[in-house]
T-cell receptor, first 116, second 113 residues
């Protein structure tokens, strides 16, 4: 069975500073990895995904993430955050051989709070 | 506009009173799924469907039912709601499962008293 751990429940950061949101996963097989963002009172929106190939993945709004197979991590980064990046961020994993509707397993979420 | 529509957005009900949360997508997606979101637990899958008349249990199916009679609709049914089902619920759909990325609805906040 797969699992996802987001190491920080909250990350406060000042505007224009860099940020890294950490995500570690556990799985016995190959995985797809995702980051989703949830703005207040909205549903989740896909930020970026890793399916295969290059381990550095670029997404929307200037975010990027790096897949590290040996450390089973998929940390999300942004070099300079804006107030509008304040949101909750979810890391998710799906096993590539999962025929059960491609089930997504989510981490507990990290609340990014960008301060002026 | 491509979207997943859930109704209602907010619902307060009493223990034991049957309710249905509707979900509809206009993207001709085959995969649909229901999640509940609870603080600190992230999202947990309740049920999913890979096509019409094909549904299966997710991680937390107890107390819920679903049906998929049409491709676009995937309602969530609580036959006898209990307070531990108070939560934020999301419906999501995808063309080819997780690898294609899921599109989420705006959520339904359910309170069972």
């Amino acid at each position: 069975a797969q699992s996802v751990t987001q190491l920080d429940s909250q990350v406060p950061v000042f505007e224009e500073a860099p940020v890294e949101l950490r995500c570690n996963y556990s799985s016995s097989v190959s995985v797809y990895l995702f980051w989703y963002v949830q703005y207040p009172n909205q549903g989740l929106q896909l930020l970026l995904k890793y399916l295969s190939g290059s381990t550095l993945v670029k997404g929307i709004n200037g975010f990027e993430a790096e897949f590290n197979k040996s450390q089973t991590s998929f940390h999300l980064r942004k070099p300079s955050v804006h107030i509008s990046d304040t949101a909750e961020y979810f890391c998710a994993v799906s096993e590539t051989n999962n025929n059960a509707g491609n089930m997504l397993t989510f981490g507990g979420g990290t609340r990014l709070m960008v301060k002026p | 506009e491509a979207q997943v529509t859930q109704n209602p957005r907010y619902l307060i009900t009493v223990t034991g009173k049957k309710l249905t949360v509707t979900c509809s997508q206009n993207m001709n997606h085959e995969y649909m799924s229901w999640y509940r979101q609870d603080p600190g637990l992230g999202l947990r899958q309740i049920y999913y469907s890979m096509n019409v008349e094909v549904t299966d249990k997710g991680d937390v199916p107890e107390g819920y039912k679903v049906s998929r009679k049409e491709k676009r609709n995937f309602p969530l049914i609580l036959e006898s709601p209990s307070p531990n089902q108070t939560s934020l619920y999301f419906c999501a759909s995808s063309f080819r499962g997780a690898s294609g990325g899921y599109t989420f609805g705006s959520g339904t906040r359910l309170t069972v008293v």
